[in-house]
């Protein structure tokens, strides 16, 4: 029997959402070179404002977050074809939600610096600018749950859009914020900023303006959420409406998210350790990565996941959930297969370009050092190698939660933590230059072994659901890659990328330049490749987008 492409209707909401995602992808590229220009990359302050910054986000994954991202949107599903398409029920979740994220926001402000003092590796004299970092970005942790619940109900009503286009408001601010810095306090290649310099209208301007584009991030989706019509009000009662079930699979997710992230936590606080080595080892005129390098290139080797591998997820997501209900479940095989091919088209030749281009892509976040981007660039190619494994490990995961199976998850989260935690206390042993590479290395490794254990759970769970042809398309996809980086790489060495005086190390439009020809000649190569190799899913990736441009007038 023929297999059904991926639906029309599919393929335009990924499309809306993977333009969305983009936009915000370029405008976070932007904003993080922007933020090498005023703080540096490798700058005494760069690490301690990384570090603050990053864990809201984090505090709200861990308590929350996966609640809000993987067991609402069947319970809202399930909700919807209530008469009253769910209102009672998504106005109780909504209330609660926001209740408890206020309470979570409050504690983990109050309680800023003995969390700071628990999770990084900083020196007394770090710490207390840390702390003040803190109190301005701590609050951010209601607004990124308030974001990621409103974007669920928009995502269960087919409103997929404005759930990934608000980060495009968040980042325009964050970038006027930076601009306003530069111009008034200065920038790191002429500063050289330390502790002991800050000052509190520089906390104010770069901190705020951080918190203040999350705030309004969230504030946008509340115009889509009221064009859905629910009625949607205050409501405290939790008695009635189906919470119970909602509470089971949460049980789980909670669980799940403690575990995951508490192995995160382990690689912070290890980074930390390289980052509190940093003036020791600049004492000594030698420049170390440190824990923004990792979370700089964490932003950029996931770009193809979230500009790719969400936006089509997050629609099969549904359609798995809409699958399991009707009791579907060679449905739901062939809409995880189809999503893990299709995303592969893209995920694995993004990765040959990061690895490839690593170095003129570390031009940009170095805020004008040659000898920052080489140690951004050797920690990006570290990660980048297993990007395809990230995105596949995600789409298989959600195939669980489509299911309502929170269980499994945690299983397979356990076993991965702690693969993660021993490999993150083994890097913990280096010597501090080596720290932040092995890390990188660590979190490759857990992305295979993701892959791995998923696919054995998924076996048991789902039977066959065609991960031979998977795994076959993803061979041709990988010789594909090979031979557009071997024909990237030699026009790489033409434009003197391994050469540190090089054309493509002299600036940042030298860098842009050699991407632009070299990432061109990878396309085309990878292009004619998967034509030779008869790869069908290059087609089903490319028809929504050839449909899209052919209606553009």
């Not at 990061?354 to 570290?382: E, K, M, R, Y």
């Amino acid at each position: 029997m023929a297999e059904k492409n991926i639906a029309p209707s599919t393929a335009r909401s990924s499309a809306v959402m993977a333009a969305g995602t983009l936009v915000s992808r370029v405008l976070g590229l932007v904003r993080t070179a922007l933020l090498a220009i005023a703080i540096g990359n490798t700058g005494l302050v760069t690490d301690i404002f990384s570090s603050a910054n990053v864990l809201p986000n984090f505090i709200y994954l861990m308590v929350a977050g996966g609640v809000f991202n993987a067991v609402l949107v069947p319970q809202i599903i399930k909700a919807s074809k209530q008469e009253d398409r769910g209102t009672e029920y998504v106005s109780r979740i909504l209330t609660l939600s926001l209740m408890l994220l206020a309470g979570i926001a409050l504690a983990a402000t109050l309680l800023a610096r003995p969390i700071l003092d628990f999770v990084l590796s900083l020196s007394p004299e770090q710490l207390p600018l840390a702390t003040t970092f803190a109190y301005w970005l701590f609050p951010q942790i209601f607004f990124y749950g308030a974001y990621a619940v409103i974007g669920q109900i928009l995502n269960a009503n087919g409103r997929f859009g404005a759930y990934m286009w608000a980060p495009v408001v968040n980042n325009i601010v964050a970038i006027a914020g930076l601009l306003v810095f530069i111009t008034f306090i200065g920038r790191e290649e002429t500063s050289s900023f330390s502790p002991d310099t800050w000052t509190g209208q520089a906390t104010l301007i770069l901190a705020g303006s951080t918190t203040l584009g999350i705030v309004l991030q969230a504030a946008v989706l509340l115009f889509p959420l009221r064009r859905l019509g629910l009625g949607l009000r205050p409501s405290f009662g939790l008695r009635g409406v189906g919470l119970r079930q909602t509470g089971k699979v949460a049980k789980w997710t909670i669980i799940t998210m403690l575990i995951g992230n508490g192995a995160y936590l382990v690689y912070t606080h290890v980074a930390t350790i390289a980052s509190k080595a940093r003036p020791e080892y600049q004492a000594m005129g030698q420049e170390i990565a440190g824990h923004l390098n990792l979370e700089t290139a964490s932003m950029l080797y996931i770009i193809p996941h979230s500009v790719i591998t969400l936006s089509l997820a997050t629609v099969l997501f549904n359609n798995m959930s809409h699958a399991y209900a009707e009791k579907n479940y060679d449905g739901v095989r062939a809409t995880l297969s189809q999503g893990l091919r299709a995303i592969g088209v893209a995920t694995v030749f993004c990765s040959a370009v990061l690895i490839v281009l690593a170095g003129p892509i570390s031009i940009w976040f170095s805020g004008g050092s040659n000898v920052s981007a080489a140690l951004q660039a050797q920690v990006l190619v570290l990660l980048a190698v297993t990007a395809p494994f990230l995105s596949a490990t995600f789409l298989m995961n959600r195939a669980f939660y489509a299911n309502e199976d929170g269980r499994t998850p945690l299983i397979m989260q356990v076993i991965l933590s702690t693969l993660g935690i021993g490999l993150a206390l083994a890097a913990a042993t280096l010597p501090a230059d080596k720290i932040v590479f092995a890390l990188a290395g660590a979190y490759s490794v857990g992305n295979i072994a993701a892959v791995i254990v998923s696919h054995i759970f998924l076996k048991r769970s789902l039977g066959d659901y065609g991960g031979a042809r998977v795994f076959d398309v993803h061979v041709r996809l990988v010789v594909a890659a090979l031979a557009a980086g071997a024909v990237g790489s030699a026009g790489l060495a033409l434009l003197g990328g391994y050469s540190p005086g090089g054309f493509a190390w002299q600036s940042i439009p030298s860098a842009t330049v050699t991407m632009v020809v070299c990432g061109g000649l990878m396309a085309v190569v990878y292009y004619l490749m998967l034509r030779v190799l008869k790869v069908q899913e290059l087609d089903a990736f490319l028809r929504p987008l050839l449909a899209k441009l052919r209606r553009t007038p």
